[in-house]
């Protein structure tokens, strides 16, 4: 198993997190330094790759439940090493009530976002560990050998006009390839 991380911070939560690994899976942790000073700030994310599914979990300041807080995140996945750049892109809301999918997508852009892919895959937000799980099934991707997130989020601040965006690490910006 390969476990990098990039935070003295996150190290305890991280090295928790990764033990509970099973033996098939290989993992990655990253923090993320940047402030967004908003509930949706984007803390860490750790990245599992199992001999079924891909799971992706973010970690997030003051995570609510409120659909004012226009809370939303999109993972970017990169599954193709001889294609640069992500061949899918989950996204959603991260407040109650909204919804979530996968898509396939040739590009960061969200005009770049194609139709949905068809497979299992589920997403789960949990406020008291201000934590959003993104389960994939390895079949819905292609099974890959191979995986990497970029990860954006997104917030709308109270006075309803200014939304933010904070990217793990910076934008546009891959995590290190994890093998399955």
Same mark, same amino acid.
């Given at each position: 198993?390969?476990?990098?991380?990039?935070?003295?911070a996150?190290?305890?939560?991280?090295?928790?997190?990764?033990?509970?690994?099973?033996? #098939?899976? %290989? !993992?990655?942790?990253?923090?993320?330094?940047? &402030?967004?000073?908003? $509930?949706?700030?984007?803390?860490s /994310?750790e990245?599992?790759?199992?001999?079924r599914?891909?799971?992706?979990?973010?970690?997030?300041?003051?995570?609510?439940?409120?659909?004012r807080?226009?809370?939303?995140g999109?993972?970017?996945?990169?599954?193709?090493?001889?294609?640069?750049?992500?061949?899918?892109?989950f996204?959603?809301?991260?407040?109650?009530g909204?919804?979530?999918?996968?898509? #396939?997508? %040739? !590009?960061?852009?969200?005009?770049?976002?194609? &139709?949905?892919?068809? $497979?299992?895959?589920?997403?789960? /937000?949990?406020?008291d560990?201000?934590?959003?799980?993104?389960?994939?099934?390895?079949?819905?991707?292609?099974?890959?050998?191979?995986?990497?997130?970029?990860?954006?989020?997104?917030?709308?601040?109270?006075?309803?006009?200014?939304?933010?965006?904070?990217?793990?690490?910076?934008?546009?910006?891959?995590?290190?390839?994890?093998?399955?």
């Open positions: 198993m390969r476990t990098t991380i990039l935070s003295a996150t190290l305890t939560i991280a090295a928790l997190a990764l033990t509970q690994l099973p033996a #098939h899976a %290989d !993992g990655l942790g990253l923090a993320d330094q940047e &402030d967004l000073a908003h $509930g949706v700030d984007l803390l /994310v990245v599992q790759h199992g001999a599914n891909v799971v992706v979990t973010t970690t997030h300041t003051d995570l609510v439940e409120s659909y807080s226009g809370s939303s999109a993972v970017f996945l990169d599954t193709d090493p001889s294609d640069p750049g992500p061949e899918y892109v996204a959603g809301g991260y407040f109650v909204t919804d979530y999918t996968l898509l #396939h997508t %040739d !590009g960061f852009a969200t005009s770049a976002w194609g &139709d949905p892919v068809e $497979g299992s895959y589920r997403m789960k /937000v949990d406020y560990a201000e934590q959003v799980r993104m389960r994939i099934s390895r079949d819905a991707i292609g099974s890959p050998d191979e995986v990497r997130v970029a990860v954006r989020v997104a917030g709308t601040r109270p006075n309803g006009k200014d939304t933010r965006k904070d990217w793990l690490v910076a934008p546009r910006t891959f995590t290190d390839w994890v093998a399955q």
